[in-house]
């Protein structure tokens, strides 16, 4: 499975009134399993890629997005009308990258997702079965294998 994508992808929420365009999705994918995303999507984890900012663009509803500052100061946006999960800042963003959900692609490429990020918080029920490296919270902690 490719690591990246070469050409444009669009993605859209559950009720299709936002839609968004990517020209080249970066090689940086995870599935996260802090308490806030499982609460915000419903599930064990959420799974973001991340493009640069010139490679994101909404193309329609821009004005449905609603935004979520968490406690911890990421910033989580969605569709006003239906609740759909789109991207997500961390505190310390620069403006440089859009972290989105991969689940909102239309006709997502193959991906591969190359980390679990998060897991010291993951549910107890949630079971990692693949081989990919799992860190204790972000990428720039220790692994846990």
Not at 107 to 118: G, Q, R
């Amino acid at each position: 499975m490719s690591k990246a994508n070469p050409g444009p992808v669009q993605g859209e929420c559950l009720c299709g009134g936002i839609r968004y365009e990517v020209d080249r999705i970066g090689s940086r994918m995870a599935h996260c399993h802090c308490s806030m995303c499982r609460k915000f999507h419903g599930a064990a984890y959420a799974t973001f890629g991340e493009a640069k900012r010139e490679a994101f663009r909404w193309l329609q509803g821009e004005a449905l997005l609603k935004h979520y500052r968490a406690p911890n100061g990421t910033l989580r946006s969605f569709c006003g009308r239906c609740g759909s999960s789109l991207t997500f800042a961390p505190t310390n963003d620069n403006g440089e990258l859009v972290q989105f959900t991969l689940g909102t692609l239309i006709d997502p490429p193959m991906l591969s997702p190359d980390a679990h990020i998060y897991v010291g918080s993951k549910a107890g029920w949630d079971r990692i079965t693949d081989h990919l490296p799992c860190y204790e919270a972000g990428r720039d902690t220790p692994r846990i294998d």
